[in-house]
C-alpha cells in the first residue's frame, strides 16, 4: 500500500491521464479510498454514476491484478477494448480463447503486467483457473452486477453464490461490490451472501435532476416517433421490444427521410455491430433503435434522449436503460411510448411464455433423450439444437421453451447459443491418419487443415462464408462436405447460423423435476409482479415519475421532480400558462401538427395545446389546412 499524501496526488494524476476527468462523481472518490485502505464495500451507483471507474482506477494504481467478477461475456469483451484504448492492461477469460491464448493471458498476470482481468463467476471453480491463481498477486476482488446473487434480483445467477467460499481461500484481498439497480431486499442479500458484513455501504441516491421523463400514452408511435425526430439534431436510443420491429422503425424513418438513424441487435454480425456501434458512440447526432442487448457498458456522455417505443419488464430495466441519457450532467429527455392495447398484449405474451410443470418436464426430457444422455452422464459434446423438434416433440410454443432454455442456461445446467455466431471445428483424427481416409474425405480435411490455422491442435473458429470463397465452393456445399466429414466421426462441427446447446452438469431427473422447477416457478412468478409494478408506474397520472423511482428503490421522504410530465400537468392545473403568443410564433414560422407544436414547446401537454389552439380558432387567430395541420391566419 502507498503513503496517504501520495495516494492522494496519484488518484488525482491517474483520474486526469486516463480518464481525462479533473473531479471525482459523488461518492467515486469515497469508494476508491475504501478499496484502496483494504476494506470491503459495497457501492450502489445508478447508471450513469460512474461506477467502473470505482475498481478501475485503484486497481491502476494498485500492485498486482484485480480480479473482476462480471455476468456477461459481451460486457466484458467490451470493458477490456475500452481499458485497452486508453493505454491500460486489461485481459478477459472465456471459453472463447483456446489454451495458447489463455496461457498468454496467465503469463501477463503472474508478470504483474495485467491490471484488470475479468473472469465470469463460473470460473471461480474451475481446477486450472485456481492453480494458476496462486502465482498471481491480486490487489482485490471486484464483483460486477452483484445483484445477480440475490434471487429477488433482475438476472439471478447461481454461480454468483460460490463467490463467498472463493473468498476464503483469499482472506486478506478486500472486496468492491458493486450494481446499479437494487431494491434494500436485495442489498441485504448480496451483503450477506457475499459476507461483506460490517462492509462499509455508499448509496448514491436515484435521483436524476437533469433527466426529464415524459410519459406518452399515444396510439400511432411510428407518427409520434418521426414527429419527434424531425427536430431532433442530437444523440439518443430509441429502445424497442424485437429484432424486428428495431429494423422495421429504422425504415419507416428512413422511408420519410430521417436517415440519422440506425438499428442494433444481437442477431448483427459482429463486424456490423462494431460499426454501427462506433458511428453512435463517435457522432453528436445519431441515433440508435436498439433491443437491450444494446447500452450496457457504453460510456458516451452526451446522449440526450433515451425512448422507450413500449415500457420495458421492469423498472428496474427502466431505470438502468433511462440512466444512459445526460451522463454530462447537461438536461435530457426519457421518453416512454404507450397504450392500454399494448399492456394487454404483454400480459398475454407474458402468460403465453409460462409453460405448466408438465410442459417444463416434457421439454428437459426431449433434451435428454434426443441427444442420448442416461441419468448421472455428462456429455461433453456441443449439440446442434433444432427448435422447431422440441415443439413437435413437447407439444408447446416456441416462446415457453425459449424461456426454458434460457432458464437453464442461467442455471448453468447448460449452455445456449441462441445467436448467431462463427461455426466451430474441432479435427477427431491424427493429420497423420489422413492416408488410411477415403480419398475424397482425406483431400477435404487436407483442404481444411491449410485453410484453416491450429486445426491440427485444437477447436477453430471459422466462417463457412470466407472459407467457401477461399476454396470456390458455395456455402452450402461446404456445409454438407462438412456434416459428411461429422456423421463418419472426422470432426465436430457446430453450425453458427443454428442454436446449439451444450450440457453443464450431469442429468439429474430429481433436481429437474424438484429444485429446478420450483426456482422456476419463483422466477415466473417474480417476472409477474415486476410487470405488474411496471404497468403502474406506467398507468399512474397522479404521482410524480421520479419520486415512484426513488420509493420503489427505497429512498423516504422524497420530493416531486418538478420536470416530468405528471408534475408539469399539476403545476399547469394550479397556475396556469398562456401558451397562445407561444403557439401563434411556431406557425408564424411553419404550419405544424399539434404534435410538431408539443415537440416545439419542449414536449409540452397536448392535451394543453389543443385547449389553447380551440380558444385561438375561435378568434380567427389561426385556421386548420386539414384534419391536423394548424397555419397562422394572419389576423
Request: aromatic share 10%; charged share 25%.
Amino acid at each position: 500500500m502507498i503513503s496517504s499524501q501520495d495516494f492522494q496526488h496519484l488518484k488525482r494524476q491517474t483520474l486526469e491521464h486516463f480518464w481525462g476527468h479533473s473531479a471525482f462523481r459523488d461518492l467515486q472518490e469515497d469508494v476508491i479510498d475504501a478499496v484502496i485502505s483494504g476494506k470491503d464495500a459495497l457501492a450502489l451507483l445508478p447508471t450513469g454514476g460512474g461506477k467502473s471507474l470505482c475498481y478501475q482506477l485503484p486497481a491502476i494504481i494498485s500492485e498486482g491484478t484485480c480480479l473482476v467478477v462480471s455476468p456477461l461475456l459481451a460486457l466484458m469483451k467490451d470493458q477490456v477494448y475500452q481499458l485497452k484504448n486508453k493505454g491500460i492492461e486489461a485481459e478477459y477469460l472465456s471459453s472463447e480463447l483456446d489454451d495458447f491464448e489463455a496461457e498468454s493471458v496467465f503469463l501477463r498476470c503472474k508478470e504483474g503486467l495485467t491490471k484488470l482481468l475479468y473472469v465470469s463467476p463460473e470460473r471461480l471453480l474451475n481446477r486450472v483457473f485456481l492453480q494458476h491463481l496462486e502465482e498471481i498477486k491480486l490487489s482485490f476482488i471486484a464483483v460486477d452486477e452483484a445483484h445477480c446473487i440475490s434471487e429477488w434480483g433482475q438476472d439471478f445467477r447461481p454461480s454468483y453464490q460460490n463467490i463467498k467460499n472463493f473468498r476464503q481461500e483469499f482472506k486478506n484481498i478486500p472486496c468492491l461490490a458493486l450494481t446499479a439497480t437494487a431494491t434494500p431486499k436485495v442489498l441485504s442479500e448480496i451483503q450477506q451472501k457475499l459476507g461483506l458484513d460490517g462492509s462499509f455501504v455508499f448509496k448514491k441516491s436515484f435521483r436524476r435532476t437533469n433527466i426529464k421523463i415524459i410519459s406518452d400514452k399515444v396510439s400511432d408511435k411510428y407518427q409520434r416517433v418521426l414527429d419527434l425526430l424531425k427536430y431532433n439534431s442530437q444523440s439518443g436510443i430509441i429502445y424497442v421490444r424485437t429484432r424486428k420491429e428495431s429494423e422495421e422503425l429504422t425504415q419507416f424513418l428512413h422511408r420519410n427521410n430521417i436517415q440519422n438513424v440506425d438499428y442494433f441487435h444481437a442477431g448483427l454480425p459482429v463486424k456490423d455491430k462494431n460499426s454501427r456501434q462506433k458511428r453512435w458512440v463517435m457522432g453528436n447526432n445519431q441515433v440508435l433503435i436498439a433491443t437491450n442487448a444494446f447500452g450496457m457498458g457504453i460510456d458516451k456522455d452526451n446522449v440526450r434522449f433515451v425512448m422507450h417505443f413500449s415500457p420495458p419488464q421492469s423498472l428496474e430495466n427502466y431505470y438502468q436503460e433511462i440512466g444512459r441519457a445526460g451522463r454530462d450532467g447537461e438536461d435530457s429527455s426519457a421518453f416512454m411510448l404507450w397504450n392500454e392495447q399494448e399492456l394487454e398484449n404483454f400480459d398475454q405474451i407474458l402468460r403465453n411464455q409460462t409453460p405448466s410443470k408438465s410442459e417444463f418436464s416434457r421439454i428437459l426430457s426431449y433434451l435428454y433423450s434426443v441427444f442420448q444422455v442416461t441419468e448421472g452422464e455428462l456429455p461433453e459434446t456441443v449439440f446442434q439444437l433444432h427448435l422447431h423438434r422440441v415443439q413437435n416433440f413437447a407439444k408447446t410454443s416456441g416462446a415457453k421453451i425459449r424461456n426454458v432454455l434460457n432458464f437453464l442456461h442461467n442455471q448453468e445446467v447448460i449452455f445456449h447459443n441462441a445467436n448467431r455466431s462463427l461455426s466451430s471445428l474441432t479435427l477427431k483424427i491424427s493429420p497423420d491418419e489422413l492416408d488410411l481416409l477415403p480419398k475424397k474425405d482425406g483431400y477435404l480435411i487436407e483442404l481444411l487443415l491449410r485453410n484453416c490455422a491450429g486445426l491440427s491442435t485444437h477447436r477453430i473458429l471459422f466462417s463457412e462464408l470466407s472459407l467457401s470463397r477461399k476454396l470456390e465452393v458455395e456455402p452450402h456445399v461446404l456445409k454438407e462436405r462438412i456434416r459428411d466429414l461429422m456423421q463418419k466421426n472426422y470432426v465436430e462441427y457446430i453450425d453458427g447460423a443454428l442454436s446449439s446447446i451444450k450440457f453443464l452438469k450431469p442429468r439429474d431427473e430429481r433436481a429437474n423435476n424438484g429444485k429446478y422447477w420450483h426456482l422456476f416457478e419463483q422466477i415466473q412468478k417474480n417476472k409477474l409482479q415486476k410487470w405488474e409494478e411496471m404497468k403502474y408506474f406506467v398507468q399512474n397520472s397522479d404521482f410524480c415519475k421520479m419520486k415512484m423511482i426513488l420509493s420503489y428503490f427505497g429512498e423516504k421522504n422524497v420530493r416531486n421532480c418538478g420536470s416530468c410530465s405528471v408534475c408539469e400537468k399539476q403545476r399547469e392545473a394550479v397556475f396556469g400558462r398562456d401558451i397562445s403568443q407561444d403557439i401563434i410564433q411556431i406557425l408564424k414560422s411553419k404550419p405544424s401538427s399539434v404534435e410538431e407544436i408539443a415537440i416545439r414547446l419542449n414536449y409540452y401537454s397536448k392535451d394543453n395545446i389543443l385547449e389553447n389552439l380551440i380558444y385561438l380558432l375561435d378568434s380567427g387567430k389561426v385556421k386548420m389546412l386539414n384534419f391536423r395541420t394548424y397555419a397562422y391566419s394572419g389576423d
